[in-house]
């Protein structure tokens, strides 16, 4: 039997885990749903136009997002409990085997969960909204107009660093990780904006975003410094990069748990 991982021990690990907390995460789920049918279903309601696909769009990033780092920031709640900890380091599963579970749990069954009541609700106010006559559109997850799905690639950078800080704080691990998160963004932008102004002249605009364009103004003319497009796809690498790292950083830290 694998010290690292093996599938029948893992699978214990999960049932165990399932059985402990199924019915906390079922009235999160309830919860999930009467917010999302009272915020989406009011302003159906009190809004003369209709909900089209951008609203919705907004209603599934939203609860996506904010959603996801709340419960993320709690799937690792025991390790910061000395009496909790002691149970959940003494089981007999690998290190890796806890943190997939807590992984599973908070990203791919919490995405579905999330898509799956926002579908639910979604489709019910939808239905019943006045569409003045128009067809009824229902958010196409797929469709490449709205590009809905980019929702999850954005909940991965957010998921991977929620859950490096719900391991690493041991309190408000939530308010911890998104004030480190801000102050590391606003750093980010300060820095690279004063690199920009030392090495080129003539930039205008009060902020230059990372790897972004740059606008230039020398007298009357003006120019925009951009990366070429077949150079552009390659951006898309940097932050899949840094969700591989918070991910791994995540357990790693779990690693050093000790009793």
């Not at 920031?73 to 089981?91: E, M, N, P, R």
């Not at 579905?112 to 559109?137: K, Q, T």
């Not at 004030?179 to 606003?186: D, E, H, Q, R, S």
Request: with cysteine; proline share 3%.
């Amino acid at each position: 039997m694998s010290n690292q991982f093996n599938l029948a021990r893992f699978g214990r690990l999960f049932r165990k885990h399932t059985a402990e907390h199924g019915r906390g995460y079922l009235l999160s789920v309830a919860v999930l749903l009467g917010l999302l049918a009272v915020l989406m279903g009011t302003q159906a309601y009190v809004q003369n136009d209709p909900m089209i696909p951008p609203i919705q769009m907004g209603y599934l990033i939203f609860f996506l997002l904010l959603g996801g780092a709340m419960f993320t920031s709690t799937v690792f709640a025991s390790l910061a409990d000395k009496k909790q900890a002691i149970a959940a380091l003494t089981l007999p599963a690998s290190h890796l085997e806890k943190y997939l579970v807590g992984w599973l749990y908070s990203y791919v069954l919490f995405t579905l969960a999330c898509i799956g009541c926002f579908y639910v609700v979604d489709a019910a106010v939808v239905s019943f909204d006045n569409w003045h006559g128009r067809p009824a559109e229902l958010l196409n997850f797929f469709d490449a107009k709205y590009k809905a799905y980019y929702a999850l690639l954005v909940y991965a950078f957010m998921h991977a660093i929620a859950i490096w800080g719900a391991v690493y704080f041991e309190k408000m691990q939530l308010v911890k990780t998104a004030f480190l998160f801000f102050i590391g963004v606003a750093a980010l932008f300060v820095v690279n904006f004063q690199l920009v102004q030392l090495l080129l002249d003539h930039v205008t605009g009060n902020m230059v975003v990372p790897f972004g364009d740059i606008d230039l103004g020398i007298g009357k003319e003006h120019y925009r410094l951009a990366l070429p497009t077949e150079k552009r796809q390659w951006l898309g690498v940097l932050p899949a990069l840094l969700v591989g790292l918070f991910w791994l950083a995540g357990y790693f830290r779990v690693q050093e748990k000790q009793i």
